[in-house]
């Protein structure tokens, strides 16, 4: 996987092509080996849970789950399983068909696969509201996943689960509790008012190219920029905003590698446009002294 062109060739007056991966050209690579893997892998998945079959997902004893309401509905472990038995039995979902143009990926350190899966389904209410009211009514979700892949095989490591047209399910029995969850859930609270400060004013996004170094992934939508210095050229050129976007939530997962996921969503109303539309940005953050930086990230409008 290359860049299109050099970033020493790139015009700072234009925005900066992504980073492309040719399945005809680049099948061996980890990239594209790790794309395909997730994407049977969450077929898998989505099946399970849409059935009402959680039992046979592939957990461990640490794997942490974000749902519906945040911190207070997060879970750990065999505790998941009640919780997702929870979750709409789901009819029809789309990733965006046989291509899954839903489900972005990106390969992380220690044999895993981070995961954003978008897009939207529907349940046997919902179907049969569309029925009595004469229009189709479908639930949007995204989802964030982190895909473990050793000799037991591809098995789920953390994630987050939401709906996002609906908050659904019973109260929540209980949360993952412990040092590193409280850590996480202070440096989620200091960091992402930060960084949207500085990404809706468009005079202070040069602020945020400080947060990612030359090992650094970020992809937008559906394309993927490396390096500091080409997701700076990115971030500059993101659509300027009528206003500063609504968070409506975020939650904090500590991960394997020593850091922390980030996911949150909300709302935005981009300069010129009348209507709303929602987002979703998922960051890995990883300490550096008292700060942190952003090693992988995901920003997607839905």
Known sequence: MAYVKELDQMDPAVPPPPCRLDPRLDAALPEFQAHEMAKGFMQ????????????????????????????????????????????????????????????TTQVFPGNSVLVLATGDFNTEASVAKSQREGYQLKHRFADFFMIGNDQGGPH?????????????????????TGELFMKADQVTQKFMPFFYQQLDDQSKRAGLNSLFKDMSYLTVGT??????????????????????????????????????????????????????????DVFHLMPEGSSFWVSNGFMKVL
Do not use: N
């Open 44 to 103: 898998q998945v989505y099946a399970a849970v849409d059935a009402g079959a959680a039992a046979q997902l592939p957990f461990r004893p640490d794997t942490v789950f974000c749902f519906q309401k945040g911190e207070a509905d997060r879970f750990q472990g065999q505790a998941l399983l009640p919780r997702l038995q929870q979750l709409h039995k789901v009819q029809a979902r789309d990733l965006g068909g046989a291509a899954a143009s839903g489900l």
């Open 156 to 176: 789920l490591k953390c994630g987050v689960m939401r709906e996002i047209d609906e908050d659904i399910g019973a109260p929540p029995a209980g949360k993952a």
């Open 223 to 280: 394309d993927l920029f490396k390096g500091q210095r080409h997701i700076a050229h990115k971030m500059h050129y993101l659509p300027p905003l009528a206003r500063p976007r609504t968070v409506a939530g975020c939650d904090a997962i500590p991960s394997p590698a020593g850091g922390f996921f980030v996911y949150a969503h909300g709302t935005m109303l981009l300069a010129g446009q009348e209507h709303e539309v929602p987002f979703v």
